[in-house]
């Protein structure tokens, strides 16, 4: 298994607050994601980045930040938590090599519930 | 629409049923992935394809790019099989990124 892990596994926060999830590898893969799974829609794309402090939007970006300092750590800041963000979110790094059809290797994810 | 739709949303098998999921797209892509999400959560990446058919073990992938479709097989289906199998394109336009369909949730009884 690629190694992924995310932190904190669970986590139930109030509307308004500050949190911070934290995907870490140790397979030196340049590219890393963020999404969201919610009933209804599949994974949705976040932000994602393909190398330390290059970063670009997904489809449902509003309301989050990310920032990679360091290849093997990729956060996910929500400024303000609010119930619709309410989901699992799952981390997934790819190796970046040129051509198509990479293989994406995903965390456990985290199940984020904002009250 | 969907850029991305799976067929069927739920399905139900007895043991040892051979199963299919099917994967329609409507964009250009550069490859077609299938995901296993087991019950605990955790995703696993099945197979990757931009053409023709993989397998492995009881587990057939085809793809036809020329009809924008792909199918998943499971021969000899097992309870173990249980778990949602997700549909993902890369497409043309998007680099590494993917698109995912909302993906069949597969029940196999005993």
């Known amino acids: 298994d690629a190694g992924i892990t995310q932190s904190p596994r669970h986590k139930v926060t109030e509307t308004g607050t500050p949190v911070t999830l934290r995907c870490h590898q140790t397979e030196n893969h340049r590219y890393m994601y963020w999404y ?14 393909y190398g330390v402090k290059d970063t670009d939007k997904g489809e449902v970006s509003d309301g989050y930040s990310v920032s990679r300092s360091k290849t093997e750590d990729f956060l996910l800041t929500l400024e303000s938590a609010t119930s619709s963000q309410t989901s699992v979110y799952f981390c997934a790094i790819s190796p970046g090599r040129k051509g198509a059809g990479e293989t994406q290797y995903f965390g456990p994810g985290t199940r984020l519930l904002v009250l | 629409k969907n850029e991305v739709e799976q067929s069927p949303q739920n399905l139900t098998a007895q043991e040892g049923e051979f199963i299919t999921i099917n994967c329609s797209y409507s964009v250009g892509i550069s490859a077609l992935h299938w995901l296993q999400q087991h019950p605990g959560g955790g995703i696993v990446s099945l197979f990757m394809l931009s053409s023709g058919k993989k ?4 587990l057939i992938a085809t793809i036809n790019i020329q009809e924008k479709h792909s199918s998943l097989h499971i021969t000899a289906s097992h309870p173990r099989d249980s778990a949602v199998y997700i549909c993902a394109v890369r497409k043309e336009t998007s680099g590494s990124r993917l698109t995912f369909g909302e993906g069949t949730q597969l029940t196999v009884n005993p």
Do not use: E, F, N
């Open chain 1, 36 to 49: 969201r799974q919610d009933p209804g829609h599949g994974l949705r794309l976040i932000h994602y980045s």
């Open chain 2, 55 to 58: 397998k492995h073990g009881r």
